[in-house]
């Protein structure tokens, strides 16, 4: 069975940094785009960032120059560097992935079970 474990996340000061890590397992032939999104208490879910299989990335305008995406593929893991962290990151992130399971099945839209990150002083 596929799943994605995130970890990482926890309470900062404004202006620290975190790094977030979402691990790959199971029935997972090849992975896709993986990515990281988040929703605030409120809001809709997010794109933050992704990450194509070949390492060409994508950034909501919020967070460019502050966080930075990742992939290691042998370990079908993917990371967010997050620098310079503000109240307004403060949201549940999410991890997502497209991917082929070994029968050649895909499955667009694979979430985690999504990791806390609290902003504040």
């Known amino acids: 069975q596929a799943q994605l474990v995130e970890s990482g996340g926890g309470l900062v000061q404004p202006g620290g940094s975190l790094r977030l890590s979402c691990a790959a397992s199971g029935n997972m032939f090849s992975i896709n785009v993986m990515g990281w999104y988040r929703q605030a208490p409120g809001k809709e879910r997010e794109l933050v960032a992704d990450?194509?299989?070949?390492?060409?990335?994508n950034y909501v305008e919020s967070v460019k120059g502050r966080f930075i995406i990742s992939r290691d593929n042998a370990k079908n893991t993917v990371y967010l560097q997050m620098t310079s962290l503000k109240p307004e990151d403060t949201a549940v992130y999410f991890c997502?992935?497209?991917?082929?399971?070994?029968?050649?099945?895909?499955?667009?839209?694979?979430w985690g079970q999504g990791t806390q990150v609290t902003v504040s002083s």
């Open positions: 997502n992935c497209g991917y082929y399971n070994f029968r050649g099945v895909y499955y667009s839209q694979f």
């Open positions: 990450v194509t299989r070949e390492g060409s990335t």
